[in-house]
């Protein structure tokens, strides 16, 4: 899979953010940017219905990242995050998406991959393994939602900030799919251009055309048949003067009989 940013071609290469966090599939084309790991196309579309203060998606294939998102994604990683739980065991197919990425334990990572994002020290402490999957108290809104950090700026209607997801993939999708097109138009152009050279019609026609020439000329050095050519030719043109002659006679003849003196002259004649 191609990448366009240099970033994702080099996170790519190692082989836990190959396979989303969350099923294990072999196909990450998202990324959970304030929980810094990567996605497969299913699991990112749980996500957006978790709420961005959860987990705030984007496209490693089609949005654009700023240099700020880019380093949540440096810094965290989805090998990061697996090894951060290991102290923190919990069977993942007893708990759901919405109450991990709901639980104190993430909610404290989120706030300590932002602070090195940041590079600022974190004076939290982590909860403990007994309430590390508790649901955190919620906290308020407003402040939650300032994604200066992940790129947006101020507060951000929920509802708008999907729109704006789902709008940018699908605006995109038609771009890659006109450059595809222009692409192939381009290359099936070229690719007939090129067959035509490669065939050479009118070099060919040419060559058939002189070929014919010089056969002609070849037929006439040979004696016997320019002999009969020139037999033919003057045997054709005596022909053309006979009937050419017989048509004269027979217009002569046909002037006389029409004559009125002569008429009279057959009459007396008579």
């Not at 300032?146 to 704006?164: H, T």
């Not at 222009?182 to 065939?199: I, P, R, S």
């Amino acid at each position: 899979m191609h990448f366009s940013n240099e970033t994702f071609t080099e996170l790519m290469k190692i082989k836990e953010n190959r396979r989303c966090f969350d099923c294990n599939v072999k196909s990450c084309q998202w990324a959970s940017i304030n929980n810094g790991i990567f996605l497969c196309t299913n699991c990112s579309g749980i996500h957006r219905g978790l709420g961005v203060d959860k987990s705030y998606i984007r496209s490693i294939l089609w949005d654009n990242w700023t240099k700020n998102q880019l380093e949540f994604m440096k810094q965290g990683g989805n090998k990061k995050l697996k090894e951060f739980l290991i102290d923190y065991p919990y069977d993942s197919k007893q708990i759901t998406p919405d109450k991990f990425y709901n639980s104190k334990i993430v909610l404290y990572y989120r706030k300590l991959l932002k602070s090195k994002v940041n590079k600022i020290k974190l004076d939290l402490i982590p909860p403990s393994k007994e309430e590390a999957f508790d649901a955190y108290e919620n906290i308020n809104i407003n402040k939650e939602n300032n994604f200066s950090a992940y790129g947006s700026i101020g507060q951000v209607n929920i509802e708008e900030e999907k729109n704006e997801q789902n709008d940018n993939g699908y605006n995109k999708t038609i771009q890659e799919g006109i450059n595809t097109v222009k692409d192939f138009v381009g290359k099936a152009y070229e690719g007939t251009k090129n067959a035509f050279v490669k065939l050479d019609l009118n070099n060919k026609l040419n060559n058939a055309k002189n070929a014919l020439y010089d056969a002609g000329n070849k037929m006439m050095e040979n004696k016997q048949i320019s002999s009969f050519i020139n037999f033919f030719w003057k045997r054709n043109k005596e022909n053309e003067n006979e009937n050419n002659e017989r048509n004269n006679n027979d217009i002569n003849l046909n002037k006389e009989n029409n004559n009125p003196d002569n008429s009279k002259n057959n009459k007396n004649n008579s």
